[in-house]
């Protein structure tokens, strides 16, 4: 997969992810989606366990599988974070 190619897989699995989680997220939407790639580099790390290469065509199903689930585990420690730092203040 191309370097453009898995921006937009991250990008768009960001966004669904943020549509899956329930409640108010912290961050906008270019955070969001910043997550998301980075979800995406997460998602295929964890399918690195298991020994598959996700990540071999944009619309491979594994590939969006892997990458929403890592954006969301991504988006989820993120709201941990950010939300514990808003409590103290």
Do not use: C, E, H
């Amino acid at each position: 997969m191309s370097f453009i190619a898995f921006l937009v897989l991250g990008l768009i699995a960001g966004a669904i992810a943020k549509l899956i989680l329930p409640g108010k997220q912290p961050g906008g939407i270019i955070v969001t989606l910043i997550l998301g790639v980075i979800g995406a580099m997460v998602g295929g790390w964890i399918a690195g366990f298991f020994d598959q290469n996700v990540y071999t065509s944009f619309f491979s199903l594994s590939a969006w599988i892997a990458a929403i689930v890592g954006a969301i585990i991504v988006l989820l420690v993120y709201g941990l974070i950010v939300g514990r730092r808003g409590a103290r203040a």
